[in-house]
């Protein structure tokens, strides 16, 4: 019932652009989208509540697709401050999150 | 930006030790997590709580117990602690605990049990 992510690791230098995919084999209401950088706490980056919902963080923005079952994170002109793992996470009833399997993102100079 | 701690950061103990794990958050949130991840991995639900008194199991299956007597306060405890527990734990609050709304994380306990 996790949401699988794709790809799993992805490496970018300064500049690159990227994109996370978040796929769920049931419906989707919601989708979360975290960022966590080594030995930290996720941080919260941005919710997106209906489909066809686009939604836009600095560089980061994101797509939902409620027919499609899936989201999409969008990173632009990548920083350093980018590296992190990125997680979404979808409804699991009970108003809990199932996380996805993560994506290791990592910009070098 | 986020009231929500967690102690201790780091926690190195042996077999068969009780332990508790300590989650407050002073946002005044009535919903209340803990996660288990293991390096590297995702983040599994074990326990999840409503408010004062109320608790529930998560999706991963765990030995440990929780308890909510206060709404700040999400302890979590370990009777025995074996080295399979060795993990992050990680505790998270929302407003209302509707999947609508963000969560707000702790920077979790890295728990090695030897």
């Known amino acids: 019932q996790q949401p699988v992510q794709s790809p799993q690791a992805v490496i970018l230098r300064e500049g690159e652009d990227a994109v996370i995919n978040c796929s769920s084999s049931?419906?989707?209401?919601?989708v979360h989208w975290y960022r966590q950088k080594h030995g930290e706490a996720p941080v919260f980056l941005m919710i997106?509540?209906?489909?066809?919902e686009q939604k836009g963080h600095e560089k980061i923005s994101a797509s939902f697709n409620e027919k499609k079952q899936q989201s999409s994170l969008y990173l632009t002109a990548s920083q350093l401050s980018y590296s992190g793992t990125y997680f979404c996470g979808t409804e699991a009833g009970a108003n809990n999150l199932f996380f996805g399997t993560g994506t290791r993102l990592t910009v070098i100079p | 930006e986020a009231d929500i701690y967690q102690t201790p950061r780091y926690l190195v103990i042996g077999t068969g030790k009780k332990i508790t794990l300590e989650c407050s958050q002073t946002?005044?949130?009535?919903?209340m997590y803990w996660y288990q991840q293991d390096p590297g991995m995702e983040l599994h639900l074990i326990h999840y709580?409503?408010?004062?008194?109320?608790?529930e199991k998560g999706d991963l299956s765990s030995e440990s117990t929780v308890s909510r007597i206060r709404t700040e306060h999400f302890p979590l405890t370990l009777e025995s602690a074996r080295p399979s527990h060795t993990s992050q734990y990680l505790c998270?609050?929302?407003?209302?605990?509707?999947?609508?709304?963000?969560?707000?994380f702790g920077s979790g306990t890295q728990l090695s049990v030897l």
């Open positions: 946002m005044g949130h009535d919903k």
């Open positions: 997106l509540l209906k489909g066809g």
């Open positions: 709580s409503y408010g004062v008194n109320s608790t």
């Open positions: 998270a609050s929302s407003e209302l605990g509707s999947t609508n709304e963000k969560l707000f």
């Open positions: 049931k419906a989707l209401y919601s």
